[in-house]
């Protein structure tokens, strides 16, 4: 069955990098996608990665991926307070999305 | 603010009651998507709306929810005779498959707390 895996949480210090992981099974699953979701707001799409890319950076976000092992990480460079977040690994393509439980983002000043 | 409402955004009522929240998605977009998150959880998909029609269901939605989209804008999420297990946030997207990615926009959600 589809199911998507990420550690709950995750703790680190300001300006340190962040990296968080996931698995997920849908080997067929075109999109793989990070949302984000602060405080009371709604979940915003972070970053995705087309399934036939390793890597894919944007900015302070580096995103890599083992199709192989079905692993997907997100790395956040120079960590700040404003990165405090649950962050959400998904997989898709089509119209369904699967989402993990999220990875909730301390940062300590 | 042309992103997606939702109402209303906290809902408490007795085990038994009948509940009814709404959706407004981006307005040109044509998929509507409905899905319940629970403590500690990510969204779980219960159901999508291609324009009005309805085209899949979870087995998460039982028969006493229901879900309409009459004019393929604004949708409706109504849960009959609710249940203290149906206490969570309903959280409704919308996106535009053109894109390719389908990115969906996410609404504040709807609490709902059933006593």
């Known amino acids: 069955g589809e199911d998507v895996e990420q550690s709950l949480f995750l703790s680190v210090r300001e300006g340190d990098s962040s990296v968080i992981n996931c698995t997920y099974t849908?080997?067929?699953?075109?999109?793989l996608y990070w949302y984000k979701q602060e405080p009371g707001a709604g979940l915003q799409l972070l970053t995705y990665i087309f399934s036939n890319m390793d890597m894919k950076q944007d900015q302070r976000l580096t995103v890599l991926l083992n199709k192989k092992d079905k692993h997907l990480s997100l790395r956040i460079a120079d960590t700040q307070t404003g990165d405090s977040a649950i962050y959400f690994c998904?997989?898709?393509?089509?119209?369904?999305?699967?989402f993990g439980a999220g990875t909730r983002l301390f940062v300590k000043a | 603010d042309t992103g997606v409402s939702q109402d209303p955004r906290h809902k408490i009522t007795k085990r038994g009651q009948n509940v009814t929240f709404r959706c407004d998605p981006i307005?040109?977009?044509?998929?509507l998507y409905w899905y319940r998150q629970t403590l500690g959880q990510g969204p779980e998909f219960l159901t999508y709306?291609?324009?009005?029609?309805?085209?899949?269901k979870s087995r998460l939605l039982s028969d006493r929810f229901s879900a309409e989209r009459p004019k393929g804008s604004f949708s409706t999420l109504e849960i009959q005779r609710t249940e203290q297990g149906d206490s969570a946030m309903y959280l409704c997207?919308?996106?535009?498959?053109?894109?390719?990615?389908?990115?969906?926009?996410f609404g504040p959600g709807t609490r709902l707390t059933v006593l």
């Open positions: 997207a919308s996106s535009l498959p053109a894109s390719g990615i389908n990115e969906q926009f």
């Open positions: 998904a997989e898709g393509g089509g119209f369904k999305t699967i």
């Open positions: 709306f291609q324009n009005e029609a309805q085209l899949e």
């Open positions: 849908d080997s067929s699953s075109t999109y």
């Open positions: 307005s040109e977009h044509n998929r």
